[in-house]
């Protein structure tokens, strides 16, 4: 299931929506009022944004996109990673999960898709369709640390 998850994500959209820093965030600009309001929108979608660490550095940020457990992160954060069991997720709430596979990278475009055991409790930030952010709309960004 978790590979067909991941063909269907459009890769242009998700380095588009990932490389300008929108983390889909803007899905939540309803609920944080007709103004974006940068505050309300952390405390709905901080929860499903995460710490990835590689070895002993703390190396980037990533977004869990999908239930099922599916990170999206940058290929940078990862490529240094001696092995798998070096790259570990770890949620604004503190709670840490080991990464058990890496199920696509692409150093061209910088994107990494990552995969945990199912957290069940954590905010799933998806990826907005093609054509859901306009032009000039305000957004914002949440990355860690």
Not at 106 to 119: G, R
Request: proline share 5%.
């Amino acid at each position: 299931m978790t590979e067909r998850i991941v063909e269907g994500l459009n890769m242009r959209i998700m380095k588009l929506l990932f490389c300008i820093g929108l983390c889909t965030l803007s899905l939540y600009y309803s609920q944080a009022q007709t103004q974006l309001d940068s505050r309300k929108v952390y405390e709905v979608a901080s929860g499903g944004v995460v710490l990835i660490k590689n070895g002993d550095a703390e190396n980037g940020s990533g977004f869990l996109v999908n239930p099922s457990g599916i990170i999206l992160t940058n290929y940078h954060v990862i490529e240094d990673a001696d092995s798998l069991g070096a790259i570990i997720i770890k949620f604004k709430d503190n709670t840490i999960f080991p990464c058990r596979k890496i199920l696509y990278k692409d150093p061209k475009q910088d994107i990494a898709i990552l995969k945990i055991d199912p957290t069940g409790r954590h905010a799933v930030l998806p990826i907005a369709p093609a054509g859901f952010i306009e032009q000039g709309e305000d957004v914002a960004a949440i990355g860690c640390p």
